[in-house]
T-cell receptor, first 108, second 113 residues
Framework: GIQVEQSPPDLILQEGANSTLRCNFS?????LQWFHQNPWGQLINLFY???GTKQNGRLSATTVATERYSLLYISSSQTTDSGVYFC??????????FGKGTRLSVIA | NAGVTQTPKFQVLKTGQSMTLQCAQD?????MYWYRQDPGMGLRLIYY???????DKGEVPNGYNVSRLNKREFSLRLESAAPSQTSVYFC????????????FGDGTRLSIL
């Protein structure tokens, strides 16, 4: 099955800094989603982005499906951005495969 | 604007006991899912229901059963709980099929002693 690797596994930032999280996957996909799990455990869907670029406020994501990676950009980070960011992928009408996540800590 | 609602939020069971986790969504979604989340493992799919009246196994179905009661509700049952089933359980829903954005409930933290 598809393998999903996220990097880095852990990231510590000063408030106001920018960051890039990466998601690599082993096979072709036509479904890629980014999720944020906040410190209270809630999972929020950030982007559905099988290809191209999308932006939502300080967050943006780019997926280059032909090169099998996706990037999540966080600009001007805030303490509320802390948590774990998951990438999940699939091809066709098959279940999403989740990566192990990147744990982000933003320090004031 | 509830979205996906899971009950209970926390539960402690003894080995061998049974229980049912409840999930309901008010987004008129056709597809619903049950995942478990273990430390360092990400999320793994237990069962899913592509539409009302259908259910299918995911990656880790052993020890679980599901019921799609109607379009809104999808329950997960542990018939004889085992310590290996200690986990956080998430329910999610989406438009029809996996190729749609999934929206999650707040999770159920289950401990089995």
């Amino acid at each position: 099955g598809i393998q999903v690797e996220q990097s880095p596994p852990d990231l510590i930032l000063q408030e106001g800094a920018n960051s890039t999280l990466r998601c690599n996957f082993s096979d072709s996909v036509n479904n890629l989603q980014w999720f944020h799990q906040n410190p209270w455990g809630q999972l929020i869907n950030l982007f559905y982005i099988p290809s191209g670029t999308k932006q939502n406020g300080r967050l943006s994501a780019t997926t280059v499906a032909t090169e099998r990676y996706s990037l999540l950009y966080i600009s001007s980070s805030q303490t509320t951005d802390s948590g774990v960011y998951f990438c999940a992928v699939a091809f066709g009408n098959t279940p999403l495969v989740f990566g192990k996540g990147t744990r982000l800590s933003v320090i004031a | 604007n509830a979205g996906v609602t899971q009950t209970p939020k926390f539960q402690v069971l003894k080995t061998g006991q049974s229980m049912t986790l409840q999930c309901a969504q008010d987004m008129n979604h056709n597809s619903m899912y049950w995942y478990r989340q273990d430390p360092g493992m990400g999320l793994r799919l237990i069962y899913y229901s592509a539409s009302e009246g259908t259910t299918d196994k995911g990656e880790v179905p052993n020890g679980y059963n599901v019921s799609r009661l109607n379009k809104r509700e999808f329950s997960l049952r542990l018939e004889s709980a085992a310590p290996s089933q200690t986990s956080v359980y998430f329910c999610a829903s989406s438009g029809t099929g996996f190729g749609q954005p999934q929206h999650f409930g707040d999770g159920t933290r289950l401990s089995i002693l």
